[in-house]
């Protein structure tokens, strides 16, 4: 099992910036990356950014390339995602998640096997 807990979501005006940490503990090692999905109101749930636990690679939806940028502690067991220029488009519950070594879809859904909670981030026009 591993265990998600997500931290930095909240109220920001457009044009801000928001830094939104992920801590995952646990079996660890069961998967290859983390990844951060958001689910809007009322929208089904969406990729948004994933970074390979090893190499480091990093995977970006096209809406949040060049405003967001994922990165991980040395541990590797945190994940941040740095938003910046938000829009009122990217208010939304985000979820990090821990991708399955089975998957080579870092976009897809069901290629992630753990989820956190959710946080609530909300950026205001």
């Known amino acids: 099992q591993v265990q998600l807990v997500e931290s930095g979501g909240g109220l920001v005006q457009a044009g801000g910036s928001l830094r939104l940490s992920c801590a995952a503990s646990?079996?660890?090692?069961?998967?290859?990356?983390m990844g951060w999905f958001r689910q809007a109101p009322g929208k089904e749930r969406e990729f948004v950014a994933a970074?390979?636990?090893?190499?480091?690679?990093?995977y970006y939806a096209d809406s949040v390339k060049g405003r967001f940028t994922i990165s991980r502690d040395n541990a590797k067991t945190t994940v941040y995602l740095q938003m910046n220029s938000l829009k009122s488009e990217d208010t939304a519950v985000y979820y990090c998640?821990?991708?399955?070594?089975?998957?080579?879809?870092?976009?897809?859904?069901?290629?992630?096997?753990?989820w956190g909670q959710g946080t609530q981030d909300t950026v205001s026009s």
């Open positions: 646990g079996r660890t090692s069961s998967n290859d990356g």
């Open positions: 970074i390979n636990r090893s190499s480091g690679m990093t």
């Open positions: 998640a821990t991708k399955s070594w089975w998957s080579h879809n870092w976009y897809a859904n069901d290629a992630y096997n753990y």
